[in-house]
């Protein structure tokens, strides 16, 4: 079956470490995106990729890194420069129609500070 | 500019009654309109889309909703409520321009017994 993976689904991350949210993807699909969701709040996009070896900042990107090297993996880099981490991190990806882009998602990952 | 409103941040229903989650949007062009549902601890799942086809679009679950271009709105009801449609719901809208796809707020659905 086709689909997002995510992983892990559970992360902790201590005090100015690094940490990196896997995303792979046999859709075919070419954008990818990676989206932060805080309890109770809507979703706030941190970065999305139209196509391999490049991508664009979101509403949120600071302390945030990302790569795209190859079509089917989008990872994002948390970084000790992101100083409230904690949240629950959604990627997904789109494919292109002419009546508009729809979006599927992965199961997400949990991210918390320990 | 593109922009998307849930009207109510939670709603409750009594089992077996309908359920109406209200959406309106605003877009300079004809837009694609989304509803996804979100369980606890769950990434979103893709419940129907609108685009410019037909203006009823039905999903799944029993989950239905209605393109009103004169009322800019996208409401999605479900005539009997399940315990099982107790989630997070939310309305997207996108440009089929651009990549833009812009995302509600939310409306928590409470099921009650």
């Known amino acids: 079956d086709g689909g997002i993976t995510q992983s892990p689904k559970y992360l902790f991350r201590k005090e100015g470490q690094n940490v990196t949210l896997s995303c792979e993807q046999n859709l075919n699909h070419d954008a990818m995106y990676w989206y932060r969701q805080d309890p109770g709040q809507g979703l706030r996009l941190i970065y999305y990729?139209?196509?391999?070896?490049?991508?664009q900042k979101g509403d949120i990107a600071e302390g945030y890194s990302v790569s795209r090297e190859k079509k089917e993996s989008f990872p994002l880099t948390v970084t000790s420069a992101q100083k409230n981490p904690t949240a629950f991190y959604l990627c997904?990806?789109?494919?292109?129609?002419?009546?508009?882009?729809?979006?599927?998602f992965g199961e997400g990952s949990w991210l918390t500070v320990v | 500019a593109q922009s998307v409103t849930q009207l109510d941040s939670h709603v409750s229903v009594s089992e077996g009654t309908p359920v109406l989650l209200r959406c309106n949007y605003s877009s300079s062009y004809s837009p694609s309109l989304f509803w996804y549902v979100q369980h606890p601890n769950k990434g979103l799942q893709l419940l129907l889309k609108?685009?410019?086809?037909?203006?009823l679009v039905k999903g799944i679950n029993g989950f239905e909703a209605e393109f009103k271009k004169s009322e800019t709105s996208f409401h999605l009801t479900k005539p009997s409520a399940h315990m099982s449609d107790a989630a997070e719901y939310f309305c997207?809208?996108?440009?089929?321009?651009?990549?833009?796809?812009?995302f509600g707020k939310g409306t928590r659905l409470h099921i009650l017994p």
């Open positions: 609108y685009t410019s086809a037909a203006t």
């Open positions: 990729s139209q196509i391999v070896n490049d991508f």
């Open positions: 997207v809208v996108s440009d089929p321009r651009d990549d833009k796809i812009i």
């Open positions: 997904a990806s789109s494919i292109y129609a002419e009546s508009g882009n729809t979006i599927y």
